[in-house]
């Protein structure tokens, strides 16, 4: 094994303490592995070479903690991070699980769901806080509909704004300084949930208080569950300054929400992914949103865990290998050449290159003729994959 591929602190690999920690109950069958606390969690963890891990609220506090029981976890918590040297760089709230979310929490109609969603969030953010963490998401787990006679869609878009308009008010107020990310996903655990993809999310952000302060947590899966590409939610997010965090799995399109281990099912999409963050040098967590299969005891979900890093520095090789692969290099230069000289008529409009450009004459047959080489580009691009260039 090459000691490349071994993760290190400056990959940034996460994981939730909900994924490792995963018992695999699924909506047929029952847990089908022991469940772990917090601490021995966070030292399965360090064990296969993680640099951080996230969590809900009630993923380390139980939702009927008393104080002193919170003190203590907490403080056992932390002692655990200190040993091992683990961070979190990300916590969460879990505002799905409880029946009291069974019609959604910030977009509930009712006015006391909605104030203790509040309630909660604010509680888990002073928690997140309190061990660093520098990014907040919110997963609209249950922020949906099964009938649209239930709610309407415009007064929920108005309900979640009012909600993240409080929020970043709180943030604010206590000096916090965390960047909130929203995580979109089309469906399940409601028939539909609302701002369904990361570009419905990226729209949404416009419209609140502060804007700024708020960007997305675009998930593989999800994306994928929409037939989208994911890789192309992450450019646009990116673009404007708002890829704050990401999670990282897979999934087959059109399926439920299957949450496999990272490049396990579209290794092409993750490839894509994996090189498009690097190129652009993003700087924050790669963590991994993914279980263990079912079929899996302990052993396996730390090989699960390994091969989420592992893939993903494999593909950070391919991609490096892909960039300095001349054939390919050669394809992408002569694609791109002006070979007519126009690109000085092109960008930022003036009155003069306008006129230049209706004044031009343009062999449009000649254009559409011209053979584009994607084939061999896309065959070059397997070959780097599958390890025979
Ligand atoms: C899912 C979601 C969640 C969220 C998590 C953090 O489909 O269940 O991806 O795992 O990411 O709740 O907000
Ligand atoms: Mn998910
Ligand atoms: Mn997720």
Redesign the pocket.
């Given at each position: 094994m090459s000691d490349q591929y071994q993760p290190k602190p400056e990959h940034k690999f996460t994981f939730?303490l909900?994924t490792v920690g995963s018992v695999g109950r699924d909506p047929f069958g029952a847990p089908v592995r022991k469940a772990k606390s917090p601490v021995e969690l966070v030292h399965l963890l360090a064990e296969v070479g993680a640099y951080g891990l996230n969590f809900?609220d009630n993923d380390l506090i139980p939702i009927d903690a008393t104080p002193v029981e919170r003190d203590r976890i907490v403080r056992d918590f932390k002692a655990a991070l200190k040993e091992t040297g683990l961070v979190v760089p990300m916590a969460?709230t879990?505002l799905?699980y409880e029946p009291v979310f069974k019609d959604g929490a910030f977009t509930s109609n009712d006015p006391s769901v909605r104030a203790y969603a509040l309630q909660k969030t604010m509680n888990a953010i002073d928690l997140g806080a309190e061990f660093g963490a520098q990014v907040y998401?919110?997963?609209g787990?249950r922020e949906g509909v099964e009938t649209d006679a239930s709610k309407s869609g415009l007064e929920s878009l108005k309900r979640f704004r009012e909600a993240l308009n409080f929020l970043c008010e709180y943030n604010l107020a206590q000096g916090y300084k965390l960047k909130f990310a929203l995580?979109a996903?089309p469906n399940?655990p409601r028939g539909d949930l609302y701002l369904p993809t990361t570009g419905a999310m990226l729209g949404f952000i416009e419209t609140l208080d502060h804007s700024e302060m708020v960007g997305v947590?675009p998930?593989v899966?999800?994306e994928q569950m929409s037939g989208l590409n994911f890789m192309h939610a992450v450019a646009q997010a990116w673009d404007v300054g708002k890829l704050f965090h990401l999670?990282l799995n897979d999934q087959a399109s059109g399926r439920y929400?299957q949450?496999f281990r990272f490049g396990s099912v579209n290794l092409k999409s993750a490839f894509f992914l994996v090189k498009f963050l690097e190129d652009v040098g993003y700087p924050g967590s790669r963590h991994f949103?993914a279980h263990a299969y079912r079929t899996e005891d302990e052993e396996g979900v730390k090989a699960f865990a390994r091969g989420c890093m592992r893939t993903y520095l494999i593909l950070k090789e391919k991609a490096e290998e892909w960039n300095k692969d001349q054939e390919i290099q050669g394809i992408l230069a002569e694609l791109n050449t002006d070979q007519e000289k126009v690109s000085p008529l092109l960008g930022v409009y003036s009155s003069e290159k306008a006129a230049k450009l209706k004044a031009r004459s343009f062999d449009r047959e000649a254009l559409g003729n011209r053979g584009l080489s994607y084939e061999r580009l896309d065959q070059l691009t397997l070959e780097v994959l599958l390890g025979v260039r």
């Open positions: 939730g909900w809900h969460t879990n799905f998401v919110f997963w787990g995580e996903k399940e947590n998930e899966a999800h999670d929400d949450d949103d």
